[in-house]
């Protein structure tokens, strides 16, 4: 059974919206910053023409939203997709606030996206694509209005094509523009696995309420691009048993465990992990419903709803994908009793690595992978803490409890900045 017919129209932008009415509600947030806090502050709608390869013009619709400016420059990725919608980016923009917010780093969200299909796009097409949106979007970014970041499709390469076109523009290099680029450009060390070491520090630490220990914990990881790779290899390497893995194309299972690092040559060859001989065949969909002790679903939006919600048998969910749980599937797993740990906190790792290459960047002064591990650490388990504690107090689930401390956050600088009329 798939997703009911609501949920698929619901597009990610009313889960978040319901979700924070949800926690506005229990916070008894006064209707005009509900208001205020509820839509975004700008959207950027851009139509690139980009010259392809057979010769030919092609126009490229790209979005960019700025939900919140309150708390500092927003920040948020772009991602390259051909199912990409201004409503999408509008969801992921707010979820951009309301992450930064739980990990307590000094910014505000948003979110870009262009429509196309990078799998059809050669280097070259790809990287006309990103310059020409860096530079359709230009008057809004920067170190101090908006950081760009990578998010699905989107990697190091193109982010240094943006940090290049937006420092060609003021003639001069700012490296701070953009965060997620290669080392030896102003990256972090760390970024790279940021995201998916995040996961694992919030999943140990979801593990220890639980008086368990990595050692045999069994992981299911749904996607293997940049989150779910990472994630699935630092796991493995800590002690945990992945014992199934699955991307688009196929997915693969071994209850004694499957060997990550010979999985990770294999997708890097096949550019999948379907056909990978170290384990059974199974249907990527199938994957979610498998026996595991964790489950972590790293590739899109609204994967777990309320058709298999109920066949979920993971007892601890750890979304490192923005979005992948539809508010129908949030109550099928609280009243299973199932352990979430919500995305604007699990996967806010990324986020949280990309403030310290910003930081960095800014100083000219570079740490050492320790360094940034052990900060990432700090603030993540300081975060998980945070939200058990006021999900605990406010008797909500982890998901809302997180919603409430970061509407509560945002909402204290509103008040005290207040409105410029
Ligand atoms: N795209 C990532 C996210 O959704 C990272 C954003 C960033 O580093 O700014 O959290």
New binding site residues.
């Given amino acids: 059974m798939g997703a009911t017919d609501a949920e698929k129209e619901q597009s990610v932008y009313e889960s978040t919206a319901a979700r924070f009415d949800a926690a506005a509600d229990k916070l008894k947030l006064d209707d005009g910053l509900r208001k205020y806090m509820r839509c975004p502050n700008r959207e950027i709608i851009v139509h690139i023409p980009v010259e392809m390869d057979r010769g030919e013009l092609d126009i490229f619709d790209g979005y960019r939203v700025q939900h919140s400016l309150a708390r500092g420059p927003s ?5 390259f997709a051909p199912n990409v919608t201004l409503d999408e980016i509008r969801g ?1 923009a707010a ?2 606030t309301w ?1 930064c917010a739980v990990v307590n780093i000094p ?1 505000g969200g ?2 870009g996206g262009v429509v196309c299909d990078p799998e059809k796009l050669s280097r070259g097409e790809l990287e006309r694509i990103t310059r020409r949106y860096t530079a359709e979007i230009l008057d809004y970014i920067g170190p101090e209005r908006d ?6 499709n989107t990697d190091e390469q193109i982010m240094a094509w943006m940090m290049d076109t937006y420092s060609m523009h003021v003639r001069h290099t700012v490296t701070a523009s953009v ?2 680029k290669p080392l030896d450009l102003g990256g972090s060390r760390g ?1 790279r696995e ?2 998916g070491r995040g996961c694992m520090i919030v999943c140990d630490q979801a593990l220890k309420r639980f008086g368990r220990t990595r050692d045999g914990t069994r992981v299911i990881v749904q996607g293997f691009g940049n989150v779910g790779s990472q994630a699935a290899r630092l796991m493995h390497e800590a002690g945990y048993k992945i014992v199934g893995v699955a991307d688009v194309h196929g997915g693969v299972v071994n209850s004694r465990g499957l060997d990550v690092h010979a999985l990770l040559d294999h997708s890097r060859e096949a550019k999948t992990v379907k056909g990978f001989a170290g384990g059974e065949p199974i249907d990527p969909e199938e994957i979610l419903e498998q026996e595991c002790d964790v489950l972590l679903p790293a590739a899109t939006e609204n994967v777990i709803h309320g058709g298999n919600a109920a066949r979920v048998k993971a007892s601890i969910l750890v979304e490192g994908a ?1 979005s992948p749980t539809t508010p129908h599937a949030d109550e099928i797993l609280f009243d299973r009793g199932v352990f979430v740990v919500p995305d604007i906190l699990a ?2 790792g ?6 310290f ?1 910003w930081v960095q960047d800014r100083q000219g002064y570079f740490w050492s992978e320790n360094d940034v591990n052990r900060r990432l650490r700090r603030i993540q388990v300081a975060a998980f803490d945070d939200i058990v504690r006021y999900g605990k107090n406010h008797k909500v689930n982890n998901r809302i409890a997180a919603y409430m401390l970061a509407i509560d956050r945002v909402a204290f600088s509103l008040r005290h900045r207040g409105i410029y009329a």
């Fill in positions: 920040k948020g990725g772009i991602r992921l979820e951009m992450k910014f948003a979110k950081v760009p970041a990578p998010d699905m965060t997620g970024r940021a995201t923005n996967n806010a990324g986020v949280t690595v990309s403030y290459e």
